[in-house]
């Protein structure tokens, strides 16, 4: 393969930076009559493009593998204090729900008693009341007899 360039335009822009003008013209001629020749036949160039892809799609892969482990650990981890957190919610609830049943115990017990009372009260004016009826009744029966 030949590389092709202006030798004139080439030899200018050497003098122009400073090169004298044996120096200009010896370089463009070693340019322009130098072969170039490729160090890898497309077939290589083809198989280290491949290689290269597959070396990046594995690089590739491992990082997602790497990032996906990470997430399902953090994942884990957050699903484990969620359930923390929800076994001491629970508890929780559990032991206020306990405490609220021994107070409603305890407020049934007191208006247990109360009626009690209240059934030892009605017994006694009840039969209080009948007394008296019956003394008047009694009383009225002798007064007319």
Known sequence: MRM????????????????????????VRVITHMDIHNLYSSNEVDTMLSEAVERVFDDNRRKNEALEARYERQFEQLESRIDRQYAQLEAKIDRQCEALEI???????????????????????????????ATYLSALIKLYH
């Open 4 to 27: 092709i360039t202006s030798e004139l335009e080439s030899a200018r822009l050497l003098e122009d930076a400073g090169f004298t003008h044996v120096q200009s013209e010896a370089v």
């Open 103 to 133: 107070k409603i115990d305890r407020l049934a017990m007191r208006h247990h008693e109360e009626l009690k009372s209240s059934r030892r009260w009605v017994v006694g004016t009840i039969i209080t009341v009948g007394m008296a009826l």
